[in-house]
């Protein structure tokens, strides 16, 4: 891959200030200079020039939390009227009410994994469309671990759940195998929380991924339901859930634990475990979570939608905790846009996080979550992966972070590339059933 230089009118490294009328040459798809155009084209004056006009080039999006195979879940809520949605009497937005609903869907949908490998083109399609670069996506279908290894842009998350040892043996056997199998692919488990793993099995998980060296991600305090079930085996989760899926025999005796007690119990707050919405966690768990290194991907969309709670935002920040963005799925959020995510959390958030700080968790947090250290940020030695958003006007520097934190910068995207590799777009400005 030739030399060649890539110019902007506005370049933001992210890690560092950023660049009016700047350039960056990339060379075998890494960054080897960054700076002013005019210095760039003089030094490297050999190398061709794609100029991006009056565009902001940025590093590309990352979405650390996500599950791509539910993106067809609209369409399949459509087509599937569930027994919860008629007869729940906690409403339509309740934490359990919305699982419930998720299990009976899939159950109306059957076993053939080309339903969710279908959704899951369509995710990656849509997230690379609004100029995500990297994912971290939770693998449930496990058929879906050889779409991964050939197209994931970033790192697959093989759900581990349930309470019976076969079948999460057989999960830490799968995810192993591919580990092994397609080392070119990054992988890791994610158990999936504590009230859908028993303590043992919550342990055997972190054993297994400590002994391999693979990172976890885990959904982690995302509702007060969650803390209620764990304290004392009562609450909805107890009371609907487990008898839904015929696991009343495990809710005895309660654990006593809250969720983080849960996760160090077992061997898992370490600095490569993701801990996903952290909604519910107070200050002194917050200091822990920030001594083990651990980072914390908050998905505040859907902590709204699902009525979750909202996560103490500025406590991670004043306590040094790593934060990265995530959207979750499609089955409780709106889009798969790290950029719709960005201007609801600033909104929501009331001042918590300001634009730069949501940045640097869309772009560096996101790629420090997801284990990757040559990304995310604009700088010799990276890798070439950028975003190019080409607005209708631009505003004055001073006003560029905030204006990054728009909804419509979304819909801007004039190119993406990858390891300096230009990701295909074309299709982007068509309709894609979800």
């Not at 110019?7 to 560092?16: A, F, H, L, N, T």
């Not at 939608?305 to 004043?318: D, I, M, Q, S, T």
Request: net charge negative; aromatic share 6%.
């Amino acid at each position: 891959m030739p030399t060649h230089i890539y110019s902007s009118r506005y370049i933001v490294p992210i890690e560092g200030s950023p660049i009016e009328d700047g350039a960056l040459v990339v060379d075998e798809g890494r960054i080897i200079a960054l700076g002013e155009r005019t210095q760039l084209e003089q030094r490297f004056s050999h190398a061709p020039c794609t100029d991006f006009g009056d565009s902001i080039l940025l590093p590309a999006l990352i979405n650390a939390h996500t599950h791509l195979e539910l993106s067809h879940f609209p369409r399949w809520k459509e087509q599937i009227r569930t027994s919860t949605e008629q007869h729940e009497p906690r409403g339509e937005h309740g934490f359990t009410a919305w699982i419930l609903r998720l299990i009976e869907i899939k159950k109306a949908l059957g076993r053939d994994p080309e339903i969710y490998r279908s959704a899951w083109h369509t995710g990656l399609h849509l997230a690379q469309c609004a100029g995500t670069g990297y994912i971290g996506d939770i693998l449930t279908t496990q058929q879906l671990s050889t779409t991964a290894a050939e197209r994931l842009p970033g790192r697959g998350y093989i759900e581990i759940i349930g309470h019976d040892p076969t079948q999460v043996h057989t999960r830490l056997e799968h995810l192993q195998h591919w580990a092994e199998h397609a080392p070119h692919a990054l992988w890791g488990a994610a158990p999936h929380a504590p009230y859908t793993l028993s303590q043992d099995m919550l342990k055997l998980s972190f054993r297994t991924t400590t002994t391999r060296h693979l990172p976890s991600s885990i959904h982690l305090a995302e509702s007060d339901e969650e803390v209620e079930f764990l304290s004392d085996a009562a609450g909805p989760l107890a009371q609907e859930l487990y008898p839904y899926v015929h696991w009343e025999q495990h809710l005895k005796p309660p654990r006593r634990m809250r969720p983080l007690e849960s996760l160090q119990h077992a061997g898992g707050l370490r600095r490569d475990t993701l801990l996903v919405h952290g909604v519910h966690l107070n200050k002194r768990e917050i200091d822990e979570v920030a001594a083990s290194k651990a980072s914390v991907a908050l998905c505040p969309r859907s902590n709204a939608r699902l009525h979750c709670g909202k996560a103490p935002a500025g406590e991670y920040l004043r306590a040094g905790v790593p934060l990265a963005l995530g959207t979750d799925s499609l089955a409780s959020n709106g889009s798969l846009s790290i950029w719709d995510e960005m201007a609801f959390a600033l909104q929501w958030f009331g001042g918590d996080l300001s634009p730069q700080q949501l940045l640097h968790m869309a772009t560096y947090g996101g790629a420090r979550a997801l284990g990757l250290n040559d990304v995310g940020t604009l700088a010799q030695g990276q890798r070439a992966t950028f975003v190019v958003v080409s607005p209708p006007a631009l505003p004055d520097l001073p006003e560029l972070a905030e204006f990054l934190c728009q909804s419509r910068r979304g819909r801007e995207i004039t190119a993406l590339y990858r390891n300096g590799n230009k990701v295909d777009l074309s299709n982007c400005n068509k309709d894609v059933s979800v």
